[in-house]
């Protein structure tokens, strides 16, 4: 599969990040797949937000699970991200990947299907 993030590239604190990820090449819903947001803040290491099974259950790390909000249109083969309240250590790289295990990994390698990235960036 291939995986493109498409989002604003730039957002204001306290605003609400919406970004996509369009999948091709292998269907969301394929059984055993977890579909996962990732970031990695300049400098820092990449952090995993969450992921959307295929079954469409949704998982979040306990430390973004207040602000975060995965989805996924089907009919679109697409999957979402929302995280609200930003500020400006939200600055990062955004990724999309998918493997099919629901184990969470924060390597690149661990994944199968891992998208370009997204660079967003939270000022004012």
């Known amino acids: 599969a291939q995986l493109q993030e498409s989002g604003p590239g730039l957002v204001k604190p306290s605003q609400t990040l919406s970004l996509t990820c369009a999948v091709s090449g292998d269907s969301i819903t394929s059984p055993g797949y977890y579909w996962s947001w990732i970031r990695q803040p300049p400098g820092e290491d990449l952090e995993w937000l969450g992921y959307i099974a295929y079954s469409g259950s949704v998982y979040y790390s306990p430390v973004f699970s207040s602000r975060v909000t995965i989805s996924r249109d089907n009919a679109k083969n697409a999957m979402y991200l929302q995280m609200n309240s930003l500020k400006p250590e939200d600055t990062a790289v955004y990724y999309c990947?998918?493997?099919?295990?629901?184990?969470?990994?924060?390597?690149?390698?661990?994944?199968?299907?891992w998208g370009q990235g997204t660079q967003v960036t939270v000022s004012s």
């Open positions: 990947a998918g493997r099919a295990t629901a184990v969470v990994r924060t390597t690149k390698d661990d994944y199968e299907y």
